[in-house]
């Protein structure tokens, strides 16, 4: 292996997977991905066009930026107007709109907020900064929440009492079964998210499958991996067989990562969560755990941040339906009007991950 | 968001490394993979190591997306 990714890049052996899928001619299948960044590389390599026609993509609430609840974005914008707080947090946050304003537009205004790659960089920005309180916006699922909870973790080890932590974190089980338990979506097959997956492993996937007798695919993200995952899932739909396949083992294992796991749960636990668009998911949340409460913004700024969890739809705006597979981004009548990655009416055109930004994007 | 990305370990230091991702150097915390060493790619998101990639399982992968065959093993 020279670097893991050209190998799976490989033009010549994605096409010969996608002639083989070509000669599919089972049923009409239609296949939901569950995972921001499978819905950008399948937009970005133009998969939906190599597909046969009577296999349909669709994309699911795999973007926790789309399914924060425009509530979480007006206390942050509250907390960025406090002459006091560093506002820190990852870049696709920093243009969704909230009900009257976004953070970008707070930082014009004059509000001190800051993009970081790491949520390790805010607790070097909170002991570089001792008159000053950081706040970070911890938004993200499985693969990110162990390295939010590593900086809580390297903050109290440092005795810092100048970070705290918005925590809008959310887990993939509950939200999985409750989209495989709508009848009123029919989904054929999972493609199951990567690296998510690195971290929770893939046990809860073959409970889905039982359940609710839909196979799954946990696949990689270069075009090979994508593509080799459709031509499974069709193999396995179309017989109605409802199994679990591993096809990312290079990164993912049965168990997942229990380093990862284990600080997860030292620093968060499990809580009641809104989802834009799917409503309330009983413990599909996370909030910081007792022991780091001295950490958790939501306590030390009750007056900015007690709206936090509402969900507010812009009226027409049709990310909810999109979330839930129910509508792709064309069906929406504000999509590349009212609604274009410059100006977005929803957090599915402004993520990185979104479903409406990937179409606008690529326009696959 | 979960865009994660493969690395080299090329330097490490308890848990502070300096990972090669395709030419470009960048440090990173290796606290979540306390077992990947000196030489180890792993894949790296947010500023950490998130799990060590396996060069078998990956040549394994290839070989099944070269077969084509009906996958019926799991």
Excluded at chain 1, 2 to 31: C, H, M, Q, W
Excluded at chain 2, 9 to 33: H, K, P, Q, W
Aim: charged share 20%; aromatic share 6%.
């Amino acid at each position: 292996m020279v670097n893991y990714i050209d190998e799976f890049r490989n033009p010549e052996l994605s096409a010969a997977i996608a002639e083989k899928l070509a000669e599919y001619s089972g049923r009409p299948l239609t296949i939901m991905e569950v995972c921001g960044t499978h819905t950008m590389s399948i937009s970005r390599y133009g998969i939906r066009s190599l597909l046969p026609e009577c296999i349909r993509l669709v994309s699911g609430p795999g973007c926790p930026v789309c399914v924060t609840p425009a509530g979480y974005m007006d206390a942050a914008v509250k907390l960025a107007q406090n002459p006091e707080i560093i506002i820190t947090t990852f870049g696709d946050l920093i243009r969704v709109p909230g009900s009257t304003s976004s953070l970008a537009a707070a930082k014009a205004l004059g509000a001190d907020v800051r993009i970081i790659y790491s949520p390790l960089d805010c607790v070097r920005l909170a002991e570089e900064n001792p008159g000053k309180k950081v706040v970070f916006l911890s938004v993200g699922f499985e693969t990110t929440t162990p390295v939010s909870a590593l900086a809580v973790t390297h903050a109290a080890e440092k005795g810092l009492d100048n970070f705290f932590v918005l925590a809008a974190n959310k887990t993939m089980p509950q939200a999985l079964k409750l989209l495989a338990g709508d009848s009123s979506i029919r989904i054929d097959g999972y493609i199951y998210p990567g690296h998510v997956s690195t971290i929770t492993g893939t046990k809860v996937y073959a409970e889905v499958a039982q359940a609710y007798g839909i196979p799954g695919v946990v696949a990689g993200f270069e075009p090979a991996d994508i593509l080799h995952a459709i031509l499974t899932l069709a193999e396995l739909a179309d017989k109605r067989e409802a199994r679990v396949i591993n096809e990312y083992s290079r990164a993912v294992r049965e168990e997942g990562n229990p380093a990862a796991l284990d600080k997860m749960y030292e620093v968060f636990e499990p809580c009641d969560s809104v989802w834009r668009g799917l409503g309330t998911i009983p413990t599909s949340g996370l909030r910081l755990a007792p022991k780091y409460a001295s950490f958790d913004a939501a306590k030390a700024f009750p007056g900015e941040t007690a709206d936090a969890d509402k969900d507010i739809e812009p009226k027409g705006c049709r990310c909810a339906e999109i979330l839930k597979g129910k509508a792709v981004p064309s069906d929406c009548p504000f999509f590349g009007n009212a609604c274009t990655p410059v100006k977005p009416v929803g957090a599915c055109m402004v993520s990185s991950e979104g479903s409406c930004a990937a179409y606008y994007r690529y326009k696959a | 968001m979960c865009l994660s990305i493969p690395g080299k370990i090329v330097e490490l230091n308890g848990t502070d490394a300096v990972v090669d991702i395709m030419g470009a150097l960048r440090g990173i915390s290796t606290e979540l993979v306390p077992d990947a060493g000196l030489g180890d790619y792993v894949l790296i998101h947010a500023g950490c190591a998130i799990q060590k990639l396996d060069e078998e399982e990956a040549a394994n992968t290839i070989q099944l997306f070269k077969d084509l065959k009906e996958v019926m093993n799991g």
